[in-house]
């Protein structure tokens, strides 16, 4: 990882977006940093061009198609398709113009929380309220396999960076790891006092950050297979996120309170307010920016404190 410093002041709020008519859940950078996508309880995904300039950010696009609440949303690594989850049971590939087509897969019955993308982009894996995991093939939109074990709701899934294994959280309160390819469940993480609501996988492919609904942070390691840190940090902790280029930690929670954790120092280098309660939490592509995906339908956009 580059070294990263921080500056004396503060992170800033750089912009506020607006347009979503009922809280935002989900947010997503596309990887060549020029477009910024929001899934919301509105049935809608927009696309935000110029973000991270005040006088010209605006809406590019708005999606409608989900008959239910969207999720979750995530650009493609070859930032060409978006994905998006949601509560009517479906995962929807989208073509980022603005005609908005989708291919729709169908497989999940009940809501989909969660939908993400293979490290190359070929495959996705999406977790559902059916406490299956489930991975489809892009190019083609094919349902390929499931992933069963929990016994609740699974309310994350991810590849690791290799993609040779799968992560996922669920409110039967454990963290499962499986081998992608062989579906071999490798290890599982209980936490007895508290659900994870969200995970985040460090580039290393070794690392897991939790979001737990008791407010904490948890910070595993998969060869180990320990604890590796905790931080109680929130009153109820909705997502995380690693900084792209340090072992920097972003936590959002319920309680409107943004963390920024220094992993290798072991401690909270900041702890910043937003205006409030947040669903969702990522950082930009170049770690330049964070965005903020806030319960009253407002979308936060920061400029860090990094000096990269």
């Known amino acids: 990882m580059s070294e990263v410093n921080i500056a004396n002041d503060d992170p800033k709020v750089h912009v506020l977006l607006q347009g979503h008519k009922k809280p935002v859940t989900s ?22 061009n110029k973000w991270n300039e005040p006088k010209k950010s605006g809406l590019s696009y708005q999606f409608s198609g989900h008959k239910d609440s969207v999720t979750c949303v995530e650009f493609s690594p070859r930032c060409n398709l978006l994905a998006s989850s949601s509560k009517d049971h479906t995962v929807r590939l989208w073509v980022p ?22 490290p190359d982009g070929s495959k996705l894996i999406t977790g559902s ?15 390929i396999t499931s992933y069963t074990g929990h016994n609740h709701w699974v309310r994350c899934a991810k590849f690791t960076a290799l993609g040779n294994l799968i992560v ?17 469940l490798v290890h599982v993480f209980t936490a007895p006092q508290s659900s994870p609501n969200y995970l985040a996988l460090h580039a290393n492919n ?72 947040v669903n969702h939490c990522k950082f930009s592509t170049d770690g330049d920016f964070f965005a903020l995906a806030r319960v009253d339908k407002i979308i936060e956009v920061w400029k860090t404190s990094f000096i990269v």
């Open 206 to 277: 070794n690392t897991i950050a939790a979001a737990m609904n008791s407010g904490s942070v948890r910070i595993y390691d998969i060869k180990n297979k320990k604890l590796q840190q905790y931080y109680r940090v929130h009153d109820n902790a909705t997502c995380l996120d690693w900084h792209p280029k340090a072992n920097y930690l972003l936590s959002s929670g319920l309680d409107g309170k943004l963390r920024i954790i220094d992993i290798m120092e072991g401690r909270p280098l900041y702890t910043v307010n937003s205006e409030g309660s």
């Open 97 to 118: 113009t603005i005609l908005g087509s989708s291919k729709e897969f169908t497989a999940h019955t009940s809501a989909v929380n969660t939908v993400s993308f293979s």
């Open 129 to 143: 309220n059916d406490k299956s995991i489930k991975m489809w093939d892009v190019a083609t939109g094919q349902f």
């Open 27 to 48: 947010i997503s950078f596309n990887p060549n940093n020029q477009h910024l996508a929001t899934s919301s309880e509105d049935h809608n995904i927009m696309i935000w």
């Open 168 to 184: 996922s959280c669920s409110d039967d309160r454990t963290i499962r790891i499986w081998d992608s390819t062989s579906k071999e």
